[in-house]
């Protein structure tokens, strides 16, 4: 065995391989960048090695330097997580040829899954269900429609060295085909230097499903079984669960014996993954193999019991697989979420900044993956994963069950976060009922995600909170010492619930410690495990337990639960009948302003101060996550006057200029 490993990664996966290492008592090297000199895997880590600059290509892309790391600190063998570098053949060559050993696949098996073409018809010799189509090569769009016309629309055009979407394009007839080929080629030649693509039946509303596969040096081959992983937003997985609500034993089996003769085809060693698009009555289509190990890999470490990166590091050096088919057991259920750093509200942009406040759910049956600690900073440089919750049950209900209160209890600030979209996510109907498809959040969510309203059930258990915990504020006012005498706090036992122009009055009355709340007729017992300060608590209605996260705003406060966020004030009935009287405040004039949507840096300025504009006409240009945006002219006008320059980092809605 090892007795020191490199970790060629960041963030949590670079923290979760120095876990397990620690566990096997190997010593562990972590590599970081200028920005990362404090990041939390650099402080788990045994040693930590410098490589460079923030930018990956300068840092966690550089080969050179990590193969130095190495030298330097004595490591002999490196695990390169996923990204960066983890699927690159050129990296495990480079590694051999320094005698350093790559924990993961072979160079040929990595190039072998490189290419789409090559993978599909490597697949098909080995006995894969491959999607009915055509892997020559396409001279031009009336050879392409010929094609097309050939496999039956409608059809899909993919490039050969695509990914995440890119040089994908669905034709459902002659014109949209000789289109999307144009497209899809041009697309294909810009982003991968390379324009062949290929033609293929396109499955409607399938299943992404992806079976787990390990192999060792000596040529055994084994399946895990497989994690769904369907929900997911423009080829961003979101939420990852196994075993699949949909997979039938007899499917499984299925597709597990085709993923082993694939892997077995390229005599894959290491962790690797077979993914599948199984369309509505359970054909499966190999559609790529991810020769790394995945970001969902705990929801297959929680059903099967082992430790991935642990088979992983054992397979790198030289030992045999200690299990064999037959003692793969899946049992109970486990889900993962993803909390990105990203505003849901705008588009899913990514929110950068100090997570000021950081507190994860803790618990039994809860994985938390995490890279960062509260203080630490999400920088525009890398992927704005925070961290992933994993929860598991003994069916699907309680693993979701767990995930959804798990959710309501994680207390992010200082960056915005995605955990209300996962939350809506989990909380329809449609995902409890397991109907899922690739297509599900377009259908879902058609206008984009707005905020959850709650239902009318949760409202009721909204106000009832809120008055307690009016109450327990007063009482705790009440006691503050200092106060003149004969003005005492007297706590009155009327009270109205305003949220917006609704006003709910009810009636507090104090019971042994606990509350019981009239509203509208009915009584309701509430427990309230809150005191000032407590930004996440757990109040009892009625004997049912619900997570609330609790933060004051002006003279009311904010009640966050299960992907929706309430403001509301409780007054006395007489402030709440002239808080009806108040003037409504209004909303700026922001139309005379040209602001940044998005934390970026200001690239380009194309206008000047007193120029005329045109509607559409390009004005400045912001760099965020290596995209250049170009906003434009919503109007005729004048720039009036320039409040930024080249060069400045700009927040969300920092003004760029003013117009006339
Ligand atoms: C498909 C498909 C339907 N039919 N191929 C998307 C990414 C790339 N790896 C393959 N993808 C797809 N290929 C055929 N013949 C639908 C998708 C697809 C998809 C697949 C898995 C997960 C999410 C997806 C979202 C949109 C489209």
Redesign the pocket.
Known sequence: MFSKILIANRGEIACRVIRTARRMGIRTVAVYSDVDADALHVREADEAFRIGPAPSAESYLRIDRIIEACRRTGAEAVHPGYGFLSEKAEFATALEDAGIVFIGPTAAAMAAMGDKIASKKLAKAAGVST?PGHLGIIADDTEAQRIARDIGYPV?IKASAGGG?KG?RVAHDDTALREGFRAARSEAKSSFADDRVFI????EQ?R?IEIQVLGDAHGNVIHLGERECSI?RR?QKVVEEAPSPFLDAATRAAMGAQAVALAKAVAYRSAGTVEF?VDRNKNFYF??MNTRLQVEHPVTEWVTGLDLVEQMIRIAAGETLALQQKDVKLEGWALETRIYAEDPLRGFLPSIGRLVRYQPPLGDDIRVDAGVFEGAEISLHYDPMIAKLVTRGDTRAAAIARMSDALDRFYIRGVLHNIGFLAAVLGKQRFRDGALS?DFIAEEFPAGFGGESLPALAQETVIVTAAALQRRIAEHEARISGQLPGHGAVIGSDWVVCIGAKHHPVAVAPANGDYVISLAGTNHRVTLDWRPGKAVFGAMIDGRGVTFQYEREGTGFRLTHSGATISLRVLPPRAAALLALMPVKQAPDLSRFLLSPMPGLLVGLAVAEGQEIKTGEALATVEAMKMENVLRAERDGKVAKIRAKIGDSLAVDEVILEFA
Request: aromatic letters at 6%; proline letters at 6%.
């Open positions: 999607v899909m979407g994908m293929e039946k396109y499955i399938p992404h997911q080829h698009i559609l790529e690739t």
